[in-house]
């Protein structure tokens, strides 16, 4: 159990819980505030003063005084009514981080909500119960108001809870764990429902997950390097201390590492000035270390983001105030999952005009045709690069920005909205497929590889071969193809190729 301090929260700590699904409860610390943002909404609810969404409709309805003995009723209405996801269900692991940013949120005392509430959550993280959150129906302002509304109905036993792997009505999944669905207090619906929880989860994965690319492409860049036996003098520290970027020196520095030692390397090494390589091969540190920084720039603003108080009104108490603000409004997640769609499908237009150069005869420095050692009877690795080329060009498309995309809604009282929603959400297509262009990648750089003994690769790049051949064997004559790349793309995808080379990237 991950015991959390608001405002303080790491994005190590928020990889744990994405990777290893690790409960997280709130530190006792955060209770006092907590409780006394509620005890002043209490008040408000009591009194005879309107308060955006204690005592009041919400939206376009905020003009409707609601009766003290209503304001039950009034945040069941608004979570049930506001239950209008649709499409796949959200993974559990972007779910279990979305329910950990909402705690971290609610946790600042500024949301009003009781430590009852907050219970709940940490109950259902510990226990297992994990709401059926519908991926589609936010546009990133006033809130992730359907994804949340979602979440927040299982946790009043109202729609769907994934339990001991069964899908089930929330209300059994709530009882089959020893747990009682929850009535919500006055602005505790609105509380749930408001914030950028769900789009913040799906950028925090979209970052994780190109990160652990980005580690992988520099590994499997070495190898394709080696395998055309390309010139490593592009990688010489004082070429890109003279740019002075910090993504693009560690990529050449690390690269310079992984390759120390290849006898294929030594083999060409008075040769070096014979021809320059294709960009794809000389500039790789100048294109994924723009990436790697890119990622740096939006994992900061995502931090921060992460740790923030999102939903509306706020409860401030040191001034004894309830005020209604914007700080739903998704724009800075918006902002950096375009970003990070853009360096996602960067990594994988270069890693693409990779693996063509290694399958083209022409361009190969004397590789067999699509990587064959029998071509015309065997086809190689010819329809791999299509496949590859293929995912590089929808991801092109995906990278097209959102943030961009507004459209009012709620009878134009939001007129502007983030989109943030579907810009963080298309990052787990966008990564899956980036991940299958270097798994497929790496595939042809080992091939290419052992086409060079009795030459060999550096003993970091041999111990990353050596993984991927206990799994698959070099291809000899044809064989149906799509397991092989699917197990190369899960070594990329659950960091196993970075491991096996040693490589840690300070992020």
Request: charged fraction near 15%; aromatic fraction near 4%; charge should be negative.
């Given at each position: 159990m991950i015991s959390l301090i608001p405002g303080a929260v790491t994005l190590a700590t928020l990889n744990d819980i994405y990777r290893n699904l690790t409960p997280a409860q709130l530190n006792d610390s955060a209770r006092p505030a907590v409780e006394a943002a509620a005890q002043m909404v209490a008040e408000a609810a009591a009194g005879d003063a309107a308060v955006y969404g204690i005592n009041t409709g919400f939206g376009k309805l905020a003009s409707k005084k609601i009766a003290p003995e209503d304001t039950t009723a009034l945040q069941r209405n608004l979570i049930l009514s506001h239950c209008c996801g649709v499409g796949d269900p959200l993974p559990e692991d972007r779910v279990r981080l979305m329910m950990t940013l909402k705690l971290l949120s609610m946790g600042r005392g500024a949301s009003g909500?009781?430590?009852?509430?907050?219970?709940?959550?940490?109950?259902?993280?510990?226990?297992?119960?994990?709401?059926?959150?519908?991926?589609?129906?936010?546009?990133?302002?006033?809130?992730?108001?359907?994804?949340?509304?979602?979440?927040?109905?299982?946790?009043?036993?109202?729609?769907?809870?994934?339990?001991?792997?069964?899908?089930?009505?929330?209300?059994?999944?709530?009882?089959?764990?020893?747990?009682?669905?929850?009535?919500?207090?006055?602005?505790?619906?609105?509380?749930?429902?408001?914030?950028?929880?769900?789009?913040?989860?799906?950028?925090?994965?979209?970052?994780?997950?190109?990160?652990?690319?980005?580690?992988?492409?520099?590994?499997?860049?070495?190898?394709?390097?080696?395998?055309?036996?390309?010139?490593?003098?592009?990688?010489?520290?004082?070429?890109?201390?003279?740019?002075?970027?910090?993504?693009?020196?560690?990529?050449?520095?690390?690269?310079?590492?992984?390759?120390?030692?290849?006898?294929?390397?030594?083999?060409?090494?008075?040769?070096?000035?014979?021809?320059?390589?294709?960009?794809?091969?000389?500039?790789?540190?100048?294109?994924?270390?723009?990436?790697?920084?890119?990622?740096?720039?939006?994992?900061?603003?995502?931090?921060?983001?992460?740790?923030?108080?999102?939903?509306?009104?706020?409860?401030?108490?040191?001034?004894?105030?309830?005020?209604?603000?914007?700080?739903?409004?998704?724009?800075?997640?918006?902002?950096?999952?375009?970003?990070?769609?853009?360096?996602?499908?960067?990594?994988?237009?270069?890693?693409?005009?990779?693996?063509?150069?290694?399958?083209d005869p022409t361009l190969s420095y004397d590789l067999p045709p699509f990587l064959t050692p029998n071509p015309g009877l065997n086809s190689g690795f010819m329809i791999a690069e299509v496949t590859t080329a293929a995912l590089m060009s929808e991801n092109k498309h995906l990278a097209n920005p959102c943030v961009t995309d507004s459209t009012p809604t709620s009878a134009n009282q939001e007129d502007h909205v983030s989109m943030a929603a579907h810009g963080a959400l298309r990052l787990g297509r966008m990564n899956a497929n980036l991940s299958v262009i270097l798994g497929v990648e790496m595939l042809c750089a080992a091939q290419g590889i052992e086409a060079r003994a009795p030459l060999t690769t550096s003993p970091k790049l041999r111990d990353v071969i050596a993984m991927l051949r206990a799994q698959v064997p070099t291809l000899g004559e044809d064989r149906y193809l799509a397991p092989d790349i699917e197990i190369a793309s899960t070594m990329v995808r659950d960091g196993q190729v970075a491991s096996a080379a040693g490589l840690e990237v300070a992020a």
């Amino acid at each position: 159990m991950i015991s959390l301090i608001p405002g303080a929260v790491t994005l190590a700590t928020l990889n744990d819980i994405y990777r290893n699904l690790t409960p997280a409860q709130l530190n006792d610390s955060a209770r006092p505030a907590v409780e006394a943002a509620a005890q002043m909404v209490a008040e408000a609810a009591a009194g005879d003063a309107a308060v955006y969404g204690i005592n009041t409709g919400f939206g376009k309805l905020a003009s409707k005084k609601i009766a003290p003995e209503d304001t039950t009723a009034l945040q069941r209405n608004l979570i049930l009514s506001h239950c209008c996801g649709v499409g796949d269900p959200l993974p559990e692991d972007r779910v279990r981080l979305m329910m950990t940013l909402k705690l971290l949120s609610m946790g600042r005392g500024a949301s009003g909500v009781r430590w009852l509430v907050i219970q709940q959550i940490e109950q259902m993280l510990a226990h297992g119960v994990i709401p059926v959150i519908p991926s589609q129906g936010s546009v990133g302002a006033s809130g992730d108001l359907a994804p949340l509304a979602h979440m927040a109905a299982a946790m009043i036993g109202a729609g769907e809870a994934i339990y001991q792997g069964q899908r089930m009505a929330s209300s059994d999944a709530l009882q089959q764990a020893g747990l009682e669905p929850i009535v919500l207090g006055p602005k505790e619906g609105l509380g749930l429902i408001n914030g950028t929880q769900f789009s913040t989860a799906c950028a925090l994965a979209g970052l994780f997950d190109a990160w652990c690319n980005a580690e992988a492409a520099m590994v499997i860049a070495s190898l394709s390097t080696d395998a055309i036996m390309g010139s490593t003098a592009p990688l010489l520290a004082e070429i890109h201390s003279l740019r002075g970027h910090a993504g693009q020196i560690d990529v050449a520095r690390e690269m310079r590492a992984l390759m120390a030692g290849s006898e294929i390397r030594e083999s060409h090494r008075e040769d070096d000035t014979r021809v320059q390589d294709p960009y794809c091969i000389r500039c790789q540190p100048q294109v994924l270390g723009a990436a790697l920084d890119v990622l740096r720039t939006t994992a900061k603003t995502l931090e921060i983001e992460a740790n923030a108080v999102t939903d509306n009104p706020l409860v401030l108490v040191n001034l004894g105030r309830i005020v209604s603000g914007g700080n739903f409004h998704a724009e800075y997640v918006g902002f950096a999952a375009d970003q990070i769609a853009l360096a996602v499908a960067e990594m994988g237009a270069i890693a693409q005009r990779r693996v063509a150069l290694m399958v083209d005869p022409t361009l190969s420095y004397d590789l067999p045709p699509f990587l064959t050692p029998n071509p015309g009877l065997n086809s190689g690795f010819m329809i791999a690069e299509v496949t590859t080329a293929a995912l590089m060009s929808e991801n092109k498309h995906l990278a097209n920005p959102c943030v961009t995309d507004s459209t009012p809604t709620s009878a134009n009282q939001e007129d502007h909205v983030s989109m943030a929603a579907h810009g963080a959400l298309r990052l787990g297509r966008m990564n899956a497929n980036l991940s299958v262009i270097l798994g497929v990648e790496m595939l042809c750089a080992a091939q290419g590889i052992e086409a060079r003994a009795p030459l060999t690769t550096s003993p970091k790049l041999r111990d990353v071969i050596a993984m991927l051949r206990a799994q698959v064997p070099t291809l000899g004559e044809d064989r149906y193809l799509a397991p092989d790349i699917e197990i190369a793309s899960t070594m990329v995808r659950d960091g196993q190729v970075a491991s096996a080379a040693g490589l840690e990237v300070a992020a």
